[in-house]
Nanobody, 121 residues
Framework: QEQLVESGGGLVRAGESLRLSCEASGINFETYAIGWFRRTPGQDRRFVARIDWTGTKTDYADSVQGRFTLARDNTKNTVYLHMNSLQPEDTAVYYC??????????????WGQGTQVTVSS
């Protein structure tokens, strides 16, 4: 069964850090790019960051550039999103997705269920 599971969300204060994990099963993980998207109430999911299948190419939305960092461990079928200097505007449900190396959410066929990140001021 194809599955992506996010973990690591929670409640933190502004300026603190979190590390989200995305663990895959049932897919050929090392052939997929992994994208992260986030959704706030009343809005559709928006691109946050992506990493290619090799882990050598990454791309970040302007809003998180310099604060968020991606890494992947293909031996563990896992991608990590390190989030530093979190701000209240980063509060959202964060989703990981497996697919081609794009910023477009509709191109990703495999999705996780999401994990809530809440940043208090």
């Amino acid at each position: 069964q194809e599955q992506l599971v996010e973990s690591g969300g929670g409640l933190v204060r502004a300026g603190e850090s979190l590390r989200l994990s995305c663990e895959a099963s049932g897919i050929n993980f090392e052939t997929y790019a992994i994208g992260w998207f986030r959704r706030t109430p009343g809005q559709d999911r928006r691109f946050v960051a992506r990493i290619d299948w090799t882990g050598t190419k990454t791309d970040y939305a302007d809003s998180v550039q310099g604060r968020f960092t991606l890494a992947r461990d293909n031996t563990k079928n896992t991608v990590y999103l390190h989030m530093n200097s979190l701000q209240p505007e980063d509060t959202a449900v964060y989703y990981c997705a497996a697919g081609p190396y794009t910023r477009t959410l509709t191109t990703y066929p495999h999705w996780g269920q999401g994990t809530q990140v809440t940043v208090s001021s």
